[in-house]
């Protein structure tokens, strides 16, 4: 064995040496595009391409190493040491071409428990690269401590160092150290990568290339001189247990691994001589194992002789439980995995030869044997599950279950052995006649899939006799009956075709199909009609629980859903029946029927009961308020209170009438209800409001800002009074009244206007008694708390008005709030201006100083302008158009003036930023819209001052002027904004 040992690690390291020249064969890696320009090459394996099998009589141990002595590979030696303990060398060019310069690992593996080696991937994103730096260097990190791990007693790494030590077996011990040495070589070449990858544009792409390569080539170095150690580990460990069939495997696999080595060599060389097609057809021109070169399908028979000693040590263990005709299943699919591997090795010999034809595919006949091979693999795997759970049904006494997972096992061999079949036809070169195996094999897995069926739908009626429903129970085991019919006739067309009988063929399957389809569509509603069986269930629960409300209407409501959910369950279960009777007709309409109930259930009947839980609910909490509110708070608080209350206590009243009317069914009540039901919510928000104004008046009841106390009670009130009318709103609704839903609609929406205000209206008077920094604007912002509560105010009236009927005053307040909130808001502008004349006062910045302070004058000006129009309008006196526009235009000339202004701050602030980056090119378009924007300041503020003196022709002049300027302003900001964007590459998004 120590020969036997010695020959093992000079093939390892051989093949580590010339895989730092290859591009490999690892599974799920995408190779890089000439001159570092990366693109997907990956390639995904199709099943639709015919596949076969070698017979099961072919022996594959027998085989004799072939190039276990090569001499070029013991010459070897002491340079391919060297790279084992981590000295690479870099690529040449050529080769850094082929591979391109991302690097990202996949899928790490446990060196205790698998055979399948990393996998290497291409990343196309070089800055994914640099996020996934630390995640590769953990994976090279956990990978060391794989193999060296000597302070964690309970590690399998560690048992294999022990193990091989008690054993005196100084070569195993040593490889693993090795493995160890490399991984910790690929994390240094990776770190280095990363921060050459950082500083990427300091680099030269050669540099940077090679950098990559020597990265990854390390990584590849590592993952396979572990995966060779645990073959070489699982011979010796197979010897030492008298395991001779996994020894043989494990040599094999040793043997495979030279080879590859050796195809990986010649490609290399061939690459390196320019001869592309060559190198791609010795090496393989993708790293995985599906690639058509010789190595990449050398690889491919390596996987299949790893997945052969994993088939064994199953079989080994279902022996060991008892399962003996598990085990042989799982033996013949070892069996098969050799077979498969034979001729893939065979095809790879072909390749590398160029003696074999191969097909559009790129296939030669070696390789369609060994996919064949590979199916019939999957098939006997299947078998052997199936046997256990027939096995499992049998231990449960259930010999009808277990009847039918036996007769799939059965048919899954029966497709192993079509594959076999086609297998001994593709290795002869008769192509056609291994499709046409493959297409026996797909006809048998219709049998397997209704049979598979028919065993789950078995499992269902199980489970629907042991809850206590036979009826449900009877229909699944009629499905189980139809898919039972589906798969024998299955059987028959594939005899029919047996005899060439095409007649018989086509009839049999027309029966089978019909058979399936009918059990498809029962099967569909049968699990409909277990989901509402389901939601019965939880709905009782509900029903529960409603009870304890002590509310009849929300009790009634459940008790329907409860019964509706029982129906729509039963419908469902009649379609189902209905379709087994292949009576399409009478399906449909019981699905529809099934389907306008859950239609009614979830669109109707919950959400009517999910809002009047919640307002039951709410009114309870509101009447604990009152009673602590009466308890231990004034007189004012408790009356706010009670009347929320007392209004909410109406909301479920309405909830409730729309709850009886769903229940009676009576369609133009549940419209109605419906129409009004979003006005309802608007009224619940506004309660909701009045109760946090309430709340936040308690916490300032015992401080001495009374002002503000009286100010949130009073906002309170407001949003109470805004619910009221939401609500009358809403009965108007319901009852189709039209006049009184207009009156109503109307007074809600002045009063809601007006809680906008009141709300906004305290947020300024809260800021006005915190604020600190400057005295004229906290002075400016009580300003705007007076200017919001006054048109708080006057939107108020307008609804008591539209209340009482009053239709002159209604125009007369909703004229007036109208002016007020122009002046409320031109005064929020103004204090936002003064803040940013603050800021730039503390920073230095005169300039903009004085352009800030100037903006907020005006915007002040323009709201005294539009205060004195509303202060008229609410006294109702009557204004003259020409006093009016007088007003309302010089409000205009000074609000436009600010706005100019506003424009010249901004472009300016843009020519500065654009200046210390030094592009002049940019700061000029700014300047230039800088020059524009305040010659329309100018220019407004004159227009005003010319309108306010009596001078209407020349303000109207100067306005003119105004906007000229304002337009070439316009545009120049335009031509600035597109060549920013043009210059930081944002055109698509400017444009």
């Not at 997907?40 to 070698?54: A, E, Q, T």
């Not at 509110?629 to 004012?636: D, F, H, L, N």
């Not at 006196?877 to 609000?895: F, G, K, Q, V, W």
């Amino acid at each position: 064995m120590k020969t036997y040992f010695n020959l093992c690690g000079i093939v390892l390291l051989t093949f580590l040496g010339f895989q730092s020249i290859s591009s490999g064969c690892n599974n799920q890696e995408n190779q890089a595009a000439d001159d570092g320009n990366l693109k997907d090459k990956s390639r995904s394996y199709s099943s639709s391409v015919p596949i076969s099998n070698l017979p099961s009589s072919i022996s594959y141990l027998g085989i004799t190493p072939k190039l276990m002595m090569n001499p070029s590979i013991e010459d070897a030696g002491g340079a391919i040491e060297r790279l084992i303990v981590g000295e690479t060398r870099p690529f040449n060019s050529v080769i850094s071409n082929r591979l391109g310069m991302g690097l990202e690992a996949e899928n790490v593996i446990d060196v205790s428990s698998s055979y399948t080696i990393t996998s290497v991937a291409v990343s196309s994103n070089q800055h994914q690269e640099v996020s996934n730096e630390g995640s590769e260097g953990k994976q090279e990190s956990e990978q060391f401590n794989q193999a060296t791990n000597i302070a964690n007693p309970n590690t399998d790494p560690l048992k294999k160092a022990s193990e091989p030590e008690k054993q005196r077996n100084e070569q195993l011990i040593d490889l693993w150290k090795k493995v160890a040495n490399q991984y910790e070589t690929a994390a240094d070449h990776r770190k280095k990568y990363a921060e050459k990858l950082r500083a990427y544009e300091t680099e030269s792409q050669q540099e940077y290339a090679r950098i990559a390569q020597n990265a990854r080539d390390a990584r590849i170095k590592a993952d396979q001189l572990k995966e060779a150690a645990v073959s070489c580990e699982k011979s010796t460990q197979s010897e030492s247990l008298g395991d001779q069939p996994v020894e043989l495997l494990s040599l094999k696999i040793i043997e495979h691994y030279q080879l590859l080595a050796d195809y990986y060599r010649k490609s290399e060389e061939a690459y390196a001589q320019g001869n592309e097609a060559e190198g791609e057809r010795l090496g393989g021109s993708s790293i995985d194992e599906y690639g058509k070169g010789a190595g990449c399908i050398v690889w491919r028979s390596i996987k299949r002789l790893q997945a052969a000693i994993k088939l064994l040590e199953q079989a080994a263990d279902a022996e060991k439980k008892g399962n003996q005709p598990v085990a042989t299943l799982l033996r013949k699919a070892a069996e098969q995995d050799q077979v498969a591997a034979e001729y893939y090795q065979k095809s790879a010999e072909a390749y590398a030869l160029g003696s074999e034809k191969i097909n559009c595919h790129g296939r030669n006949r070696f390789y369609q044997a060994g996919e064949s091979t590979e199916q019939s693999v999957h098939r006997l795997k299947d078998a052997a599950t199936f046997l256990e759970k027939a096995i499992v049904a049998e231990n449960n006494n259930n010999k009808t279950l277990a009847s039918l997972w036996q007769e799939i096992a059965g048919q899954k061999q029966v497709a192993a052995e079509y594959y076999q079949k086609g297998t001994e036809v593709y290795a002869s070169g008769d192509e056609e006649g291994g499709k046409s195996a493959a297409w026996d094999a797909y006809r048998v897995e219709k049998i397997i899939e209704a049979l598979k069926e028919a065993a789950t739908s078995l499992e269902k009626a199980f489970e629907a006799a042991n809850s206590g429903n036979q009826n449900l129970s009877d229909i699944w085991q009629k499905v189980v009956s139809r898919y039972e019919f589906a798969a024998e006739h299955h059987k028959k067309s594939i005899e029919a075709r047996a005899i060439n009988n095409k007649q018989e063929e086509d009839l049999f399957n027309k029966a089978a199909s019909s058979a399936n389809d009918s059990a498809r569509l029962s099967v569909d509603q049968l699990k409909k009609s277990l989901e509402y069986i389901e939601n019965t269930r939880k709905d009782i629960e509900q029903l529960n629980e409603a009870n304890k409300l002590e509310d009849q209407s929300l009790t009634s409501l459940w008790q329907k859903i409860v019964t509706q959910n029982q129906d729509a369950a039963e419908y469902y279960q009649q379609a189902a029946e209905a379709y087994l009777q292949e009576n399409t007709t009478e399906a449909e309409r019981l699905v529809k029927d099934a389907d306008a109930i859950r239609f009614n259930i979830e669109h109707s009947l919950k959400r009517t009961t999910g809002e009047l839980k919640a307002a039951i609910r709410q009114s309870i909490w509101y009447a604990e308020k009152v009673a602590e509110a009466k308890e231990s708070q004034s007189q004012r608080i408790s009356d706010l209170w009670e009347k929320t209350a007392e209004q909410y206590q109406l909301l479920v009243e309405h909830y409730r009438k729309g709850a009886e009317a769903l229940l009676r069914g009576n369609k133009e009540e549940i419209e109605c209800f419906n129409n009004a039901s979003w006005v309802l919510e608007s009224s619940a928000k506004h309660l909701t409001q009045a109760v946090n104004y309430i709340e936040e008046a308690i916490q300032l009841e015992k401080s001495e800002n009374q002002f503000l106390y009286d100010f949130l009670i009073n906002t309170a009130e407001q949003y109470q009074d805004a619910a009221e009318y939401e609500r009358k709103y809403a009965e108007a609704r319901m009852v189709g009244n039209e006049q009184e839903k207009r009156r109503w609609k109307e007074a809600s929406s002045y009063a809601s206007n007006s809680v906008e205000r009141f709300k906004k209206s305290a947020k300024a008077f809260k800021t006005f008694f915190s604020y600190q920094e400057d005295q004229s604007i906290a002075n400016l912002w009580e300003q705007v708390a007076e200017a919001n509560q006054t048109t708080a105010g006057y939107w108020r009236k307008a609804a008591e008005a539209e209340v009482a009927g009053d239709e002159q005053n209604i125009n007369r307040f909703k004229y007036a709030a109208d002016s007020a909130r122009y002046g409320a808001d031109h005064l929020s502008k103004a204090v936002d201006a003064s803040e940013k004349a603050l800021k730039a006062d503390t920073q230095g910045n005169q300039f903009f100083y004085v352009i800030w302070r100037k903006i907020s004058e005006r915007k002040q000006v323009a709201a005294e302008h539009y205060k004195k129009v509303a202060e008229a309008e609410a006294l109702g006196t009557y204004i003259p158009p020409s006093e009016y526009n007088r007003l309302d235009d010089a409000a205009c000339y000074a609000s436009w003036s600010a706005e100019a202004l506003e424009q010249t701050a901004i472009a300016l602030e843009k020519a500065t930023e654009a200046e210390k980056k030094d592009n002049q090119a940019l700061a000029t378009l700014w300047r230039k819209a800088v020059e524009h924007n305040q010659v329309a300041a100018n220019q407004y503020q004159k227009a005003y001052e010319a309108y306010v003196s009596g001078n209407k022709f020349k303000a109207m002049s100067r306005s003119q002027t105004a906007e000229s300027a304002r337009g070439e302003g316009r545009r120049a900001t335009w031509e600035a904004e597109k060549a920013d964007a043009r210059e930081n590459g944002r055109d698509g998004d400017f444009w």
